[in-house]
């Protein structure tokens, strides 16, 4: 079978952080440190599945993080109809990967057991656990599953020929990444199992973690997913836009054919 095409679209940023949001311990606590949003897209021939979803407006303005184009606009210079998605790899259910879920009406979703359980579970009665949730995304995720348009998995699994999804947990219980087959590689779409570089590469752990001990674990598998570690792709770093070519539309950058230079 043919190679995928992979895309990160951008469609919010925050940059009013410090290091100290990025990093546990980090000795320069209060240098500035941006975060880029995104949602992936792949595509072959005519198969899309998108990763993650965004957040739409509402919910930025609720959390004082507005967004910079909805996602289903981000996403038309690609040709993507929302209602044409049929497949959603839901990394995890944090506000920023799950709260436009209901953008997508039509989309079976893909998503591990744990972060169900997790999400609708005990934990949830912790405000600090919570604190990443929002109800109505979980409720929307339970409503795929009384539809039956969930398909939950459970450790590694393959979603289709070329892309699998792996259970690494640490900054959420049921967090997976994706491992797509390209032309230039296996590329790992690590989501927030490394949000920077620098989580992967210098085992920094990220401040909202939910088990430290499968978040270090986690960079080293992101490694022994990806065919190089220029193939990890983290979850918020806007070196991604340094790094990779812009294509389409400025906020959309291609990843499958590797980076512009190597790094």
Same mark, same amino acid.
């Given at each position: #079978?043919?190679?995928?095409?992979?895309?990160?679209v951008?469609? !919010?940023?925050? *940059?009013?952080?410090?290091?100290?949001? +990025?990093?546990?311990?980090?000795?320069?606590?209060?240098? =500035?440190?941006?975060?880029?949003?995104?949602?992936?897209?792949?595509?072959?021939?005519? &198969?899309?599945?998108l990763?993650?979803?965004?957040y739409?407006? &509402?919910?930025? &303005? $609720?959390?004082?993080?507005?967004?910079?184009?909805?996602?289903?606009? !981000?996403?038309?210079?690609?040709?993507?109809?929302?209602?044409?998605?049929?497949?959603?790899?839901?990394?995890?259910?944090?506000?920023?990967?799950?709260?436009g879920? %209901?953008?997508? /009406?039509? %989309?079976k979703?893909?998503?591990?057991?744990?972060? #169900?359980?997790?999400?609708?579970?005990?934990?949830?009665?912790? +405000?600090?656990?919570? %604190? =990443?949730?929002?109800?109505?995304?979980?409720?929307e !995720?339970?409503?795929?599953?009384? +539809?039956? $348009?969930?398909?939950?998995?459970?450790?590694?699994?393959?979603?289709?020929d070329?892309?699998?999804?792996?259970?690494?947990?640490?900054?959420? $219980?049921?967090? &997976?990444?994706?491992?797509?087959?390209?032309?230039?590689?296996?590329?790992?779409?690590?989501?927030?199992?490394?949000?920077?570089?620098? *989580?992967?590469?210098?085992?920094?752990?990220?401040? @909202?973690?939910v088990?430290?001990?499968?978040?270090?674990?986690?960079?080293?598998?992101?490694?022994?997913?990806?065919?190089?570690?220029?193939?990890? @792709?983290?979850?918020?770093?806007?070196?991604?836009?340094?790094?990779?070519?812009?294509?389409?539309? /400025?906020?959309?950058?291609?990843?499958?054919?590797? /980076? @512009?230079?190597?790094?």
């Open positions: #079978m043919s190679n995928w095409e992979v895309f990160a951008k469609y !919010a940023e925050r *940059n009013a952080r410090t290091r100290a949001d +990025s990093f546990i311990d980090d000795p320069h606590h209060d240098t =500035p440190h941006a975060m880029d949003y995104f949602v992936w897209v792949l595509r072959r021939n005519d &198969q899309i599945i990763v993650d979803t965004g739409d407006a &509402q919910e930025g &303005q $609720r959390r004082g993080r507005p967004i910079s184009v909805d996602p289903r606009e !981000a996403l038309r210079p690609l040709g993507i109809e929302p209602e044409a998605i049929d497949r959603v790899i839901v990394t995890h259910l944090h506000y920023d990967h799950a709260g879920l %209901a953008l997508f /009406p039509n %989309a979703l893909y998503l591990q057991e744990k972060e #169900m359980a997790f999400a609708t579970g005990p934990c949830m009665c912790d +405000s600090t656990l919570r %604190a =990443p949730f929002t109800a109505d995304h979980i409720c !995720a339970v409503k795929r599953v009384y +539809s039956g $348009r969930v398909e939950f998995t459970d450790g590694d699994a393959e979603i289709v070329g892309v699998t999804v792996h259970c690494i947990g640490g900054h959420s $219980r049921g967090l &997976q990444s994706v491992r797509v087959r390209t032309n230039a590689g296996y590329l790992c779409l690590a989501s927030d199992a490394a949000h920077y570089y620098e *989580n992967a590469y210098d085992k920094k752990l990220f401040p @909202i973690v088990d430290k001990e499968n978040m270090l674990a986690g960079f080293d598998r992101l490694h022994e997913l990806a065919s190089s570690h220029q193939l990890i @792709i983290p979850g918020h770093d806007p070196l991604v836009r340094e790094r990779f070519e812009n294509v389409i539309a /400025p906020n959309i950058f291609r990843l499958d054919l590797g /980076p @512009i230079k190597e790094f």
